[in-house]
């Protein structure tokens, strides 16, 4: 669940805190109080829309951070894994973002640079914001689609029909290419045999990427390695003063010594190793400067066969491999083309199976979606029933289309609100209202088939009455039993049904607006549901119905 968020320094916000709880969170307060400032920050620190407008008069830059507590991290980390970010610890993902008056901003999560995308990816995992306008997206036929398949657990047959599809989209972009102008084709084949012999003749090999830089360096410099390298080896080994000698006679002395003083023994033995070594070295050295020639010949060559080898990378790739890879892949673009009449014919029987497996996949998804269309339309029926839509009727129709992505149905919902109407499509329906308690029906009956953990009503119940306004609340408190529900709202019929309730306040100090949010006890619900009816401070009779409406929503009851 979303455990807190914090804001700081955002249009009336100087700094609030909010501790949310489980199950159903209210929030409610007067119009322009600030209510929608609470959401604009979620919505920010998930990845939404940033504007330095919006940061507060006098400051320089504005904070929101979300803290949620997560059961099951797996889906998290697997995204985070992914962005290169540390995992969830103890089930805690910490997300925070700034937006500056210069115009940038910082996104972290567990406090480790990230991008905006990441940050809307992880909203897309964590939370569902339903603002007043949201409803909109239930009149999109892929919205629709998308509803019906997960109601209908349907995604592991989609999935099967989409792979299919991918594979004969891949099948007839290959033989698109091996099927185009013959013109074309030829030139293609004389571009392609260019690269390929151009490759092939320069011979590279592995070699071509360290050792030849190995052996330019040493040809180019090949004087001052004999000189100095035939100096050090003549100094350790070779001369009559040599280090080697120099060493022998001490171990001589040390032996002489050893018969007096018994240490110098073990100082023997120990610069018997340094004279092996030493002798190892010099002999080493010598190898080495045996294969080194003084040569401008050998030097020229070597330049020549660099400028090659640097002339393909700058053509076909920054590494030898690459250069090879390049090759490789123009190679087997050639043979495709040199046998198309073959690949084509071949291609053109894969497809024509494909398409045929394709159609089966999609017979078996349009199966599955007819056979949830029917319990989804039943059940968001009922829903809507108890939303004041007594007799209502829904429908889920699907209609064959041309295959797509995503199948080969076009699905749609359509609506009676009232009896005697016909089944008309749910976008020809103009009340916001109605779509309103249409979405709620929907999320109630999704509740237990959606994987986002927090779902968020901004008026959701906007335009609608206060009796429906009880059902509101009752179906939220219902989607609250398996998802964490904030809920921000003007109804007090919907309020009472909180788990917990806020109540949004904003004060003038010192003659700047500040806004301010707090938790209510009994007593503090009892006075702002007084408010929300209309006549807190004024009569006994409203305290008295507020009373009453908390507790016709208590659970217990």
Known sequence: MLSHLSVKNLAIVEEVRVNFGPGLNIITGETGAGKSVLMGSLDLVLGGRADKSAIREGASEAWVEACFNLSDTNAADTLLEQS???????????????????????????????????????????VDIHGPNDHQSLLDQNFQRD?????????????????VWSDLKDMETRLRSLTGDSADIAAEIDRLQYIVDEINQAGLTESDETDLVQQHAEAANAEQILSLGGEIASALNDSDSSVFDLLVNIQTRLAELAHVLPAAAEWRNDLQGTAVQIQETGRAINELLSRIENDPDNLRRLEERMAAVQ???????????????????????????????????????????????????AAALTVARTKAAGKLARAITAELHGLGFMKSGFAVDLAACEPAPEGADTVSFGFAPNPGEPMRALKAIASSGEIARVMLAV?????????IPVLVFDEIDANIGGEVGRSVGQKMRRVAESHQVISITHLPQSAVYGRQHFVVTKDVVKG??????????????????????????????????????????????
């Open 311 to 361: 002339k393909l990378k700058r053509k076909y790739g920054h590494t030898v491999q690459d250069i090879i890879a390049t090759r490789d892949k123009n190679e087997a673009r050639l043979n495709d083309l040199a046998t198309r009449t073959e690949q084509v014919e071949r291609l053109q029987q894969e497809i024509a199976a494909l398409k045929k497996h394709l159609a089966d996949k």
């Open 84 to 126: 290169g970010l540390p995992s969830c610890e103890e089930g805690t993902l910490l997300v925070r973002r700034s937006i500056s008056i210069s115009g940038s901003g910082r996104c972290l999560v567990n406090d480790a640079p990230a991008t905006v995308q990441t940050l809307r990816k992880l909203g897309n995992l964590l």
């Open 147 to 163: 509803v019906l398949d997960a109601y209908g657990h349907c995604g592991a047959v989609l999935t099967a029909y989409q792979v």
């Open 443 to 451: 999320k109630t009956v999704l509740a237990a088939h959606d994987s």
């Open 512 to 557: 700047r607006t500040k806004m301010q949010i707090t938790a209510l006890n009994t007593a503090g619900r009892v006075d702002e549901i007084a408010r929300m009816l209309g006549g807190k401070g004024l009569t006994s009779v409203i305290e008295s119905h507020a009373r009453e409406l908390l507790d016709s929503a208590s659970p217990h009851n």
